[in-house]
């Protein structure tokens, strides 16, 4: 039973951290010479690895990192470190589970093992809708690019009759007064903010090779009460955009309105160094 539980940990375990540990350390020579049972070095392990996850948790989900400044190996960490809290306290709760049949544990000391579980476990749904929504903004960052090269579709209608991707050049440029021209009279129209799901440079478009500086993504359907209004505005305003009508596998997870140019490709070099 120790050797399984210690195999266990050991997989979780960085080996690096393990070898500059000195508490780590220290409880293998007392383990080595009988003093420590093996069962409080395994402990030992996981709590330690435990607070690492932790740590990357704090530096990823717990964080104040907005969409721009997140990247696809964080998100992969954050659910990944909360999935494997998640296997360690399932891993204290089978364990304890068998104390409390054998009479050495009260069952009433079983509910705070599984409060903490479902404390992880919300953790872990918490994760994944962020890394969700982050690889979302990577499909609508692919699908930005791949429009650049569609028949320019100038748009005549509002009323979704449209062509399933409309791109539309306007004066060919969008400023950071044209920015503000479009949030202020949104929030005049709607009395609320403007849906942005990503503005300007992105760890994603980075990540993607594209130069996203300049330009926002609105998370709207284009044939929307919303997105028809925004469609309107900026044809009358001569503002360019791309709207995204539905979902496009390989391209767009969802619709939306990316305003602004499309955007470009990195220069080789910007982008091995970004």
């Known amino acids: 039973m120790y050797s399984l539980f210690l195999a266990l940990a050991l997989i979780q375990q960085d080996p690096k951290t393990v070898a ?17 049972a093996p069962m409080r070095l395994a402990e030992a392990r996981q709590n330690l ?3 690492e996850d932790a740590a990357i948790l704090s530096r990823t989900m717990y964080a104040r990192l907005t969409p721009e400044e997140f990247t696809a190996e964080q998100a992969a960490a954050m659910t990944e470190a909360a999935k494997r809290r998640v296997a360690r306290q ?6 304890m589970e068998k104390l409390v049949e054998s009479g050495v544990m009260a069952k009433s000391e079983m509910a705070p093992l599984q409060a903490e579980l479902d404390a992880r476990q919300s953790v872990v749904r918490l994760a994944e809708v962020r890394a ?8 609508m960052a692919q699908a930005e690019q ?3 090269a569609t028949v320019v579709m100038t748009p005549s209608t509002v009323d979704g009759t449209g062509p399933m991707v409309e791109h539309f050049n306007g004066l060919g440029k969008f400023s950071d007064a044209d920015l503000k021209r479009v949030v202020l009279a949104f929030e005049k129209e709607f009395a609320k903010p403007l849906p942005v799901s990503a503005r300007g440079e992105t760890a994603f478009h980075r990540a993607l090779g594209f130069d996203h500086r300049g330009r926002i993504d609105v998370g709207v359907n284009p044939d929307s009460g919303e997105g028809q209004w925004i469609r309107k505005f900026l044809a009358l ?3 360019p955009y791309i709207a995204f009508r539905r979902a496009i596998t390989g391209q767009a997870s969802a619709p939306h309105i990316h305003i602004g140019t499309p955007s470009p490709k990195l220069a080789a070099t910007n982008a091995a160094t970004d």
Do not use: C, F, H
């Open 20 to 36: 500059t540990n000195p508490e780590i350390q220290r409880l293998e020579e007392l383990v080595a010479a009988g003093a420590v």
């Open 49 to 51: 690895a435990d607070s």
């Open 90 to 95: 399932q891993e204290k709760i089978a364990r």
């Open 132 to 139: 969700a929504l982050l690889a979302e903004l990577a499909e």
């Open 146 to 148: 791949a429009a650049a």
């Open 237 to 239: 305003n001569k503002i």
